[in-house]
């Protein structure tokens, strides 16, 4: 039987927004990068990781379908795990694998439990794609995020969102408070050994960084 083939970087380019700075392109081989890390520190398989990493985020419209990118966030992991079923159907791999590439993709959303990593696979694109969102690149990405949202990079957070997380009327989501809400708790987050040791280093300039912000800001 035929060896099924990986998809290649060129094809994932045509599944990513050219202009999205935080879940475009750039991001993608960031991820399949520390991807491929981890899964040789942890021993995962590397094909279903390196399909997983390249799809995790792609958006554009399935074969024979018409229409622009799902910029819906609360779906994205839907969608991509769709289509990874239909690219890599095409590139002849079996429906068991399909369905754990499918897996990894569907349970890499931070903000949504329903479905978490059940494979070390899985847990490896979590991690890796988690570890993009924190450090420099992590800071970097949160304020682009905001600014391509409306939002401001620094608001005062209210009593209430540092005592809940909820966000009170007409309270913006800035970058700083993405920062409290989500990046501040990723490192806790990770399942491998391998990102919780890469971490370290990331959350702590991540800190300095946003701790230094609120001072400046405060004056």
């Not at 290649?8 to 520390?34: C, F, I, N, S």
């Not at 419209?61 to 779906?75: C, K, T």
């Not at 696979?121 to 450090?135: H, P, Q, Y």
């Amino acid at each position: 039987m035929e060896q099924h083939r990986l998809p290649t970087l060129e094809q994932a380019r045509r599944w990513y927004a050219p202009d999205d700075p935080v879940h475009g392109y750039d991001h993608m081989q960031r991820v399949l990068k520390l991807a491929d890390r981890l899964c040789r520190l942890e021993g995962a398989d590397p094909d279903i990781v390196h399909a997983a990493a390249l799809l995790h985020d792609a958006q554009f419209e399935l074969p024979g379908e018409a229409g622009a990118p799902d910029l819906d966030r609360r779906s994205h992991h839907a969608r991509s795990a769709d289509l990874a079923g239909s690219v890599l159907e095409d590139l002849g791999w079996p429906a068991e694998r399909i369905a754990a590439v499918q897996h990894c993709i569907l349970a890499h959303r931070f903000r949504d439990e329903t479905t978490p990593p059940q494979t070390i696979e899985a847990r490896v694109l979590f991690d890796a794609d988690k570890l993009d969102a924190i450090g420099a690149v992590g800071v970097a990405r949160a304020i682009a995020y905001a600014i391509r949202q409306g939002q401001p990079f620094y608001a005062a957070p209210s009593p209430e969102f540092l005592a809940s997380d909820c966000l009170q009327p007409a309270e913006p989501h800035s970058a700083y408070h993405e920062y409290l809400y989500k990046l501040i708790k990723i490192k806790d987050r990770l399942f491998t050994n391998a990102a919780r040791a890469l971490a370290e280093e990331r959350e702590r300039s991540m800190i300095e960084y946003f701790e230094a912000l609120a001072l400046e800001i405060d004056g």
